[in-house]
């Protein structure tokens, strides 16, 4: 999995972030004050990017963590049979085989945008 890390604090909600091995969206990300003896500490609520899982974590926020790499691309629809979708890269040319998301109607020379990390892709 392609990652770079970075602290805590530097994460908000929107980002990504890495929770048990699995690229998460975060949703809420929340602070509490240092303790008497402890630093601050965040707390993030997430939800898996592909496998839609949801997921929590609570670290100091000085703590480093990892952030995958995940790339947004252009594609074309070239061809729908069933619930998969042969899928044209824009810059590249490749074509992949997706699965149609169940809340997304697609049909051939629909132009969509997709994310990529690693050999997982999923629709926006």
């Keep these: 999995m392609a990652k770079q890390q970075k602290e805590v604090r530097d994460l908000q909600e929107g980002g990504y972030v890495v929770i048990d ?9 929340s602070t509490a004050k240092p303790g008497k003896h402890g630093s601050a500490k965040a707390r993030i609520e997430a939800k ?35 619930d998969d979708m042969q899928v044209m890269d824009l810059e590249t040319y490749e074509t992949m085989t997706m699965r149609v998301p169940e809340d997304v109607d697609v049909s051939p020379d629909d132009n969509i945008e997709y994310l990529e990390m690693d050999d997982q892709r999923k629709i926006v």
Excluded: M
């Design 48 to 82: 898996g990017v592909f496998d839609g899982k949801k997921r929590s974590l609570s670290q100091p926020v000085d703590a480093k963590i990892w952030v995958p790499i995940i790339n947004r691309k252009q594609g074309q629809v070239v061809s729908v049979d069933g």
């Design 21 to 29: 091995d699995a690229a998460c969206k975060i949703n809420a990300y």
